[in-house]
């Protein structure tokens, strides 16, 4: 079946302007999660969503980065005013409900010049 | 909060030669995932581990979870060149949040 798919899947973006990242999780996965990775570094927690709410989003780095989740299905990142330190992968997983296994995503490269 | 301390961070080995890395935690998990990422793909799920003890495999690649429930070994055997990436460990608490260490980056030497 399906699995998790990511729009685009590179994007270049001059500094200071808002770009929106596209997650479509695999069909009937009600958890989705957004991860942030830095050129070869670990993956670092941004937000989760369980059906379209957030019960967590501790790990957003600051206002300018957003998200939501329509429909309990596709989910959208938005990050305002980007910086060149936004410069990284993002990968988005989903899951069958919070705390079973997450399946990922390809990632959008993210470059902000 | 949580945290899994994975190691090693980096490994370099020759071709042929058996791997083994593994992931501790301070807490109790209730479930152990191992992950493998490729360059420039998102992570796919090698082995899920459900039971305290419990070993499983995966062609030549093997992982236990801890008897005392903080820690998990993953061992790749006869390593080959398509094994270079990324390894994660993943622990689910008992919350139902699922915590990643930060990596075991695999390398082959020609």
């Known amino acids: 079946g399906a699995g998790v798919s990511q729009s685009p899947s590179n994007k270049v973006t001059e500094k200071g302007k808002d770009v929106e990242l596209r997650c479509d999780p695999i069909?009937?996965?009600?958890?989705l999660y957004w991860y942030r990775q830095s050129l070869g570094q670990g993956l670092e927690f941004l937000i989760y969503?369980?059906?379209?709410?957030?019960?967590?989003k501790s790990g957003l780095p600051s206002d300018r980065f957003s998200a939501e989740r329509t429909g309990g299905s596709v989910s959208t990142l938005t990050i305002q005013r980007t910086q060149q330190e936004d410069s990284a992968v993002y990968l988005c997983?989903?899951?069958?409900?919070?705390?079973?296994?997450?399946?990922f995503g390809p990632g959008t490269r993210l470059t902000v010049t | 909060g949580q945290q899994l301390n994975q190691s090693p961070q980096s490994m370099f080995i020759q071709e042929g030669e058996d791997v083994s890395m593994n992931c501790t935690s301070s807490s109790i998990f209730n479930t152990w995932l191992w992950y493998k990422q490729d360059p420039g793909e998102g992570p796919v799920l090698l082995i899920a581990?459900?039971?305290?003890?419990e070993l499983t495999s995966n062609g030549r690649l093997t992982a236990q979870f801890g008897i005392t429930r903080k820690d998990s070994f993953l061992n790749i055997s006869a390593s080959i060149p398509s094994d270079v990436g990324i390894y994660f460990c993943a622990g689910r608490s008992g919350d139902d949040k699922i915590i990643f260490g930060k990596g075991t980056r695999l390398h082959i030497l020609p």
């Open positions: 969503f369980q059906g379209n709410s957030a019960p967590d």
């Open positions: 997983a989903s899951s069958l409900a919070a705390g079973y296994e997450q399946y």
């Open positions: 069909s009937g996965h009600t958890a």
């Open positions: 581990l459900y039971k305290a003890g």
